[in-house]
């Protein structure tokens, strides 16, 4: 069993930043890839953002250059540093790793960016 623990999300303007945390109960964080999705309001969940156990780092397209996915091993924590972020941000955030044949998922934390 894995519990990861998201935490970070609030209340910023357009073009602001907030850097969100993903904490996991084990040593994973650099041992799979671990994920970033996002859902807004009435629509599906979709991926945002991930890091393979080699650390290489992908993202979606609307994202890219705004975001960055990064991980301490240290600490058993994803993290997702979010700059010039848009009202189209809007979601709740959760972390995802697949680990032991399982999907784990965090509890999600609210991003809003609005004026």
């Known amino acids: 069993q894995v519990q990861l623990v998201a935490s970070g999300g609030g209340l910023v303007q357009p073009g602001g930043s907030l850097r969100l945390s993903c904490a996991a109960s084990?040593?994973?964080?650099?041992?799979?890839?671990m994920a970033w999705y996002r859902q807004a309001p009435g629509e599906q969940r979709l991926w945002v953002a991930d890091?393979?156990?080699?650390?290489?780092?992908n993202y979606t397209p609307s994202v890219k250059g705004r975001f960055t996915i990064s991980r301490d091993s240290a600490k058993n924590t994803l993290y997702l540093q979010m700059n010039s972020l848009k009202s189209e941000d809007t979601a709740v955030y959760y972390c995802?790793?697949?680990?032991?044949?399982?999907?784990?998922w965090g509890q999600g934390t609210q991003v809003t960016v609005s004026s």
């Open positions: 084990r040593s994973i964080v650099s041992s799979v890839t």
């Open positions: 995802n790793a697949i680990w032991n044949f399982r999907t784990y």
């Open positions: 890091i393979s156990s080699g650390g290489i780092p």
